[in-house]
């Protein structure tokens, strides 16, 4: 089972970043994909999740109407395009695959929003 993150790192205040997750070993379609952020000094935090093909996404209040997460159910791909982003978004952001039995995180991407 694999989830590799890709699309982080430094941007300016105001700016957009799109994460990719890419997924491969497990049977994608039937998990729940999800983004969470883990802020200097703060507890890992649920920012994004989609369920299953078809499903609504939910997001964090604090990401609400910047934040979208889609899903490729071809590509096996989780995204989370970030816009209008400010520097309290600065965090690592960890992609994560759930179901009823399993659950799979990646490593992780950073992202740093500053000036």
């Known amino acids: 089972v694999q989830l590799v993150e890709s699309g982080g790192g430094l941007v300016q205040p105001g700016g957009s970043l799109r994460l990719s997750c890419a997924a491969s070993g497990f049977a994608f379609r039937r998990y729940a994909m999800s983004w969470s952020r883990h802020r200097p000094g703060k507890e890992r935090e649920l920012v994004a999740t989609?369920?299953?093909?078809?499903?609504?996404?939910d997001y964090a209040d604090s990401v609400k109407g910047r934040f979208t997460i889609s899903r490729d159910d071809v590509k096996n791909t989780v995204y989370l395009q970030m816009n209008s982003l400010n520097p309290e978004d600065t965090a690592v952001y960890y992609c994560?695959?759930?179901?009823?039995?399993?659950?799979?995180w990646g490593q992780g991407t950073q992202v740093t929003v500053s000036s």
């Open positions: 989609v369920s299953s093909p078809g499903g609504s996404p």
């Open positions: 994560n695959a759930k179901s009823f039995q399993e659950d799979y």
